[in-house]
Every structure is written in structure tokens, then in C-alpha cells.
């Protein structure tokens, strides 16, 4: 991030992205001074399937907070003990380092429906592969089934 486009990148600020309805798509197919990643490529070189990991991303991410109130961890003394910003690990593809948090469930309700979606998500993955045993129908490939590989 430039200090143009987001000044005082440490500080966790989501109203900078308020005004922003760029798709991921279309960040990295234009000027690349406005990407906000080159995680998926560039170019000739793009990930054919960066739409649907916005959209994955997006659903799942977005669910947590209908599901759960996430909170720090409190310490002994009973003080929240922030996540560390710069504790991250990873190479190309860098991601915080594992830290403690709270997830409590918003309501009985709410919890059922995930451990559904959970378990509805889990019959359609081969128990070998944790793949998905047959692609869904509408997507690209849905004729295609993966191969087994012995090994």
C-alpha cells in the first residue's frame, strides 16, 4: 500500500476502503499502482479462478460476524491481550501468526445452521482427498470428477 492510497498503513482503519466497490478482478487487471495484491498473479499470469475466491472469501468472512461475537483473550490480570500486528508468517503469501481469540456463538439458532453448513459441506468432499468428490453444477468443470491416485 502507497502512502497515497492508504496513509498510515499499520493502523487498522477499514473506513479507507468505504468509498472502494473495485473488484479484486478488476484491481489486478488495471494500473497497478491501484492493486491492492499480486497474490494471484499478473497478466498472462492470472489465477482464472480470482472471482470465485472473492466470492469464497467474501461469504466467509462475512458469516463469521452473523455467527459469532469474536473477542481477545483475556490475561490473568483480566486485560485483553491484543493480537501482534507484525508477528506474521508465511513467504509470498504472508498471514498473521496464530494468536488467541474468542468465538462465541450469537445464538443457539445460529449455531445449528453452521454446524449444518458444515456438515452439508463435508458430505460433498472425498474423505481421502478432502476434495470435492464431484464439482457443484453451474461451475466451470462440473463434468469433471477427480482421479484417485494411488500412493
Same mark, same amino acid.
Given at each position: 500500500?502507497? +502512502?497515497?492510497?492508504?496513509?498510515?498503513?499499520?493502523?487498522?482503519?477499514?473506513?479507507?476502503?468505504?468509498?472502494?466497490?473495485?473488484?479484486?478482478?478488476?484491481?489486478?487487471?488495471?494500473? #497497478?499502482?491501484?492493486?491492492?495484491?499480486?497474490?494471484?498473479?499478473?497478466?498472462?499470469?492470472?489465477?482464472?479462478?480470482?472471482? $470465485?475466491? *472473492?466470492?469464497?472469501?467474501?461469504?466467509? $468472512? #462475512? =458469516?463469521?460476524?452473523?455467527?459469532?461475537?469474536? #473477542?481477545?483473550?483475556?490475561?490473568?490480570?483480566?486485560?485483553? $491481550?491484543?493480537?501482534?500486528?507484525?508477528?506474521?508468517?508465511?513467504?509470498? $503469501?504472508?498471514?498473521? =501468526?496464530?494468536?488467541? +481469540?474468542?468465538?462465541?456463538?450469537?445464538?443457539?439458532?445460529?449455531?445449528?445452521?453452521?454446524?449444518? +453448513?458444515?456438515?452439508?459441506?463435508?458430505? =460433498?468432499?472425498?474423505?481421502?482427498? *478432502?476434495?470435492? #468428490?464431484?464439482?457443484? *453444477?453451474?461451475? +466451470?468443470?462440473?463434468?469433471?470428477?477427480?482421479?484417485?491416485?494411488?500412493?
Amino acid at each position: 500500500m502507497g +502512502a497515497e492510497r492508504s496513509p498510515d498503513p499499520r493502523r487498522f482503519n477499514p473506513d479507507r476502503f468505504a468509498d472502494d466497490e473495485t473488484t479484486l478482478y478488476q484491481s489486478v487487471t488495471g494500473d #497497478s499502482k491501484k492493486r491492492d495484491t499480486f497474490t494471484f498473479g499478473a497478466v498472462r499470469r492470472l489465477c482464472p479462478g480470482i472471482h $470465485i475466491t *472473492e466470492r469464497s472469501f467474501f461469504l466467509g $468472512i #462475512s =458469516r463469521l460476524p452473523w455467527g459469532f461475537n469474536v #473477542s481477545k483473550v483475556l490475561d490473568n490480570q483480566r486485560q485483553s $491481550i491484543p493480537p501482534p500486528i507484525d508477528d506474521l508468517v508465511g513467504g509470498v $503469501i504472508a498471514q498473521p =501468526r496464530d494468536y488467541p +481469540a474468542k468465538f462465541t456463538p450469537m445464538s443457539p439458532g445460529r449455531i445449528k445452521v453452521v454446524r449444518n +453448513a458444515v456438515k452439508e459441506f463435508d458430505a =460433498r468432499l472425498d474423505p481421502e482427498t *478432502e476434495q470435492w #468428490s464431484k464439482v457443484l *453444477e453451474g461451475m +466451470a468443470f462440473s463434468t469433471w470428477t477427480p482421479e484417485k491416485t494411488e500412493g
